[in-house]
């Protein structure tokens, strides 16, 4: 049996570009509202699985699906008139 060997030029030419970039972390920055957001209906998804949703857990599910749609506006909107900034009005 051959054994398996990394070269170490290998396998660090890319250790540079392993942390993520200034403009990488302000983009997760901005769409951490709608990734939190997504985090919450999961959770509430999640606690129901396994039995039948009172009307508290079906309530909190439509929040949860509400603030996601919200927070998925104010990015595409905040995205939107980033891009329309440069440009005539």
Known sequence: MSDIVTHQDTATAFAEFVE???AELDAIEQEM???LAAVDLLDAQIAVLDRTPTELDAQRIRRAR???LAARRELSN???AASLQGGAA
Do not use: G, Q, S, V
Request: aromatic content about 0%; hydrophobic content about 35%.
């Open 66 to 68: 509400r603030r996601l």
């Open 78 to 80: 905040r995205t939107a």
């Open 20 to 22: 993520p970039t200034n």
């Open 33 to 35: 509202p709608a990734i």
